[in-house]
């Protein structure tokens, strides 16, 4: 039976069923062109835990018809999907912290794996909708560049937000 | 572990997207990388709700793709904060404009008439003012070959009185405006003119080729205008609606608009009731709608259902239909799924066996068949088989309160979704409990 090898950053090898590698799209394509039965894949951005989380997806999906009809639509194709619909399956597989989220969200746009990307990207939207900007800053961790003056010419161009309702 | 930082610029644009206007804004203010991004991405689609008054939804945008549905509407209080929304996002490509009133409106036009050069579709809808030709030309500068969808819509029709000798208002836009707004959008493909206009048919005569649907439900077209317009376009023309049409109007359509899906027509002046089988041509109609006068159409509707297999939407008001063909038409057309006849004359001769055969229909959602002889045990069972319908209006009736029970259960059942109730009933209804996603309209 074949099997694909997977290396992480951290130096750990995790062997994959070749239906499940294939779910990514740079395995598939690089399989296509090289036919062969064992090969090692060497993912020098990705660590053993996020591997273990993302195989795990990609063995729920493997036999799912639209993984593999999911083509490369173009970019205007996809800005149009901006539902927050997703398999309850992947919602509550992704309940994660944050950073772990975007260690998978990073690993599945390394391996190319659309559908995982797309959710990460849905998910961590609905954790940070409807907080503040102070609020998000805090969540991600994100270092305010801004002077106060900055933030004082921001906030008086948008005005107009504060008299929306 | 990952921190955002890490994350490239693609991946950031792609999570932002999910973002709406109002957030995306916020979140600006997180650094300058960010700023940067979504300053970058910047939407383009926005509603605009200026003050707020009742929804109107019958021409919401019917793009299959839904491509120009807006996430949230912006609720503004004036138009000045509004040319400041447009002015934050020059590309635009679609606009919805909600408007109690027109006064004032001027900034908020020229705003998208300096700035936008992106839209793809504009909708203005309001309930008091003209707009008036100005108006309009405040306007035209944003239109270009990118445009695809004008949806003009005034929410009520007011019939206004003016004392001799009192200054008269201004008029609204006319075959002028009419005709540079088609100069400026060659490839237009979706015309609703809805609400008073000075438009004729000099002015659509000018209409471009690209044009697909046609609704003018404001608009009286004479024989000579309906030559004009269809001149060239009429192959094109998926769905139109015209206020009304005599027979020679009707033949031009029926005979010359083979891509027809949608014919809307509230008032249709023929005499004989074989003229309605012009319809057997639409091989693509979807969606019907006409108005006869009186006509007895029985035979005749056999032929069209067997012809137009594709309808979905059947209405048909003031023309007399019995058990004869409704009690087919779910063999004819399987796929129908609104069923609207309005005949309040007496010899009404729908009853409890049409209504057996329609409990046949799966997709059906809505049936208004008012006066109809019919029984409340048929219109349960019906209700028990069809199980998408949230719409019934069964006026005149028997046992209603059995209908209000079994209606108020699904409602229950089923709360993300409206439903609407019309009959007859003497019994105070508002003891019971009713959930708020039913209304039920009667006497």
Redesign the interface.
């Given at each position: 039976m074949s099997a694909i090898k997977f290396e992480t950053s951290d130096g750990f090898t995790i062997q994959v069923e070749r239906e499940t590698a294939v779910v990514s799209k740079v395995v598939k394509n690089f399989l296509e062109y090289h036919p062969t039965d064992k090969c090692t894949f060497h993912l020098n951005c990705v660590d053993n835990a996020t591997l273990r989380k993302v195989v795990e997806w990609m063995r729920h999906h493997k036999d799912d018809a639209y993984i593999e009809t999911e083509s490369d639509e173009s970019d205007e194709e996809r800005s149009q999907d901006v539902s927050i619909e997703m398999d309850p399956w992947d919602a509550n597989f992704l309940n994660e912290d944050l950073f772990f989220l975007l260690d998978i969200l990073n690993a599945a746009n390394f391996m190319k794996i659309k559908v995982l990307f797309k959710n990460c990207c849905k998910k961590i939207y609905l954790m940070s909708k409807g907080k503040s900007s102070v609020e998000i800053k805090r969540l991600l961790k994100e270092r305010c560049d801004f002077t106060d003056e900055d933030l004082q010419r921001i906030a008086n161009k948008y005005e107009w937000m504060a008299r929306v309702n | 572990?990952?921190?955002?930082?890490?994350?490239?610029e693609e991946?950031l644009e792609?999570?932002f997207?999910?973002?709406t206007i109002?957030?995306k804004?916020?979140?600006?203010?997180?650094?300058?990388r960010?700023?940067r991004i979504l300053q970058r991405i910047a939407q383009n689609v926005v509603k605009i709700d200026i003050a707020c008054h009742e929804k109107i939804d019958s021409y919401k945008c019917k793009d299959s793709?839904?491509?120009y549905q807006a996430?949230d509407a912006?609720?503004?209080?004036d138009t000045q904060?509004a040319a400041?929304?447009i002015r934050r996002f020059p590309n635009l490509k679609a606009i919805y404009i909600n408007v109690d009133t027109l006064s004032k409106i001027e900034p908020l036009l020229s705003a998208i008439g300096e700035v936008c050069t992106q839209i793809e579709h504009f909708e203005i809808s309001f309930v008091f003012g003209k707009f008036t030709g100005q108006r309009m030309d405040l306007l035209l500068p944003a239109f270009n070959e990118k445009m695809k969808h004008f949806i003009f819509c005034e929410s009520r029709m007011k019939c206004e009185m003016y004392p001799p000798g009192s200054v008269q208002p201004p008029s609204p836009f006319g075959n002028e405006s009419i005709k540079s707004l088609f100069q400026r959008c060659p490839n237009l493909e979706m015309l609703v003119l809805n609400g008073s206009t000075c438009v004729s048919g000099d002015g659509l005569k000018y209409l471009p080729s690209s044009i697909k649907t046609l609704l003018l439900p404001s608009i009286w077209l004479n024989e000579n205008d309906i030559y004009n317009v269809l001149e060239g376009n009429a192959k094109q023309i998926e769905e139109i609606e015209l206020i009304a049409a005599g027979e020679y109007q009707f033949r031009e359509i029926c005979e010359k608009m083979t891509k027809l899906k949608s014919l809307q027509i509230p008032t249709l002046q023929i005499d004989a009731s074989d003229t309605v089988l012009l319809l057997t041509n639409l091989k693509h109609l979807e969606n019907l709608s006409i108005g006869l006068s009186g006509l007895n159409i029985d035979d005749q509707l056999i032929k069209i259902m067997r012809s137009c297999q594709k309808l979905k939407r059947l209405n048909l008001s003031s023309c007399a239909i019995s058990d004869k063909s409704l009690s087919i038409a779910h063999e004819l057309c399987p796929n129908l799924e609104i069923i609207e006849i309005y005949n309040y004359q007496e010899n009404n001769g729908i009853t409890d066996v049409s209504i057996a055969a329609l409990s046949n229909l799966k997709n059906l959602r809505e049936l208004c068949i008012p006066q109809a002889k019919i029984t409340g045990k048929s219109v349960c069972d019906l209700l028990s088989k069809c199980e998408k319908l949230n719409v019934l209006n069964v006026e005149g009736c028997g046992n209603a309160e059995a209908i209000v029970k079994a209606i108020i259960e699904r409602a229950k059942s089923n709360s993300s979704q409206n439903f609407n109730l019309s009959l007859n009933y003497d019994y105070p209804v508002e003891k019971m409990r009713k959930p708020s996603n039913l209304s039920i309209n009667g006497q």
């Open positions: - | 572990m990952a921190s955002i930082e890490k994350l490239s991946i792609k999570i997207e999910h973002f109002r957030e804004v916020l979140l600006e203010s997180v650094c300058k960010w700023q793709k839904h491509q996430k912006i609720a503004i209080s904060t400041k929304v």
